[in-house]
């Protein structure tokens, strides 16, 4: 079965270079999926709220709260 794309629009095109611009001075990560540990999700400094994403690797859905998945640093007691 063959998919095929309309052209964007340039209202669209210009909406994907302003929000690539946006984010372009941003630090990105990447959240795991909690059944295989792949990564799933990339998200930018400014994200906020929840996101639901289907994980390439297993095909499970889960639904992220991006604050509370925030990176964790540990650091070594000598």
Do not use: A, W
């Not at 630090?27 to 930018?44: A, G, H, L, Q």
């Not at 991006?66 to 650091?75: D, E, I, K, T």
């Amino acid at each position: 079965m063959r998919r095929t794309f309309k052209p964007l629009t340039p209202e669209m095109m210009q909406k994907i270079r302003c929000s690539s611009d946006e984010v372009s001075g941003q630090k990105s990560r990447f959240i795991k999926c909690p059944y295989c540990n792949s990564k799933s999700i990339r998200v930018f400094e400014d994200t906020r709220g929840h996101v639901q994403t289907k994980c390439k690797v297993c095909g499970k859905e889960t639904v992220f709260d991006v604050l509370s998945m925030r990176r964790v640093s540990f650091r070594r007691i000598s």
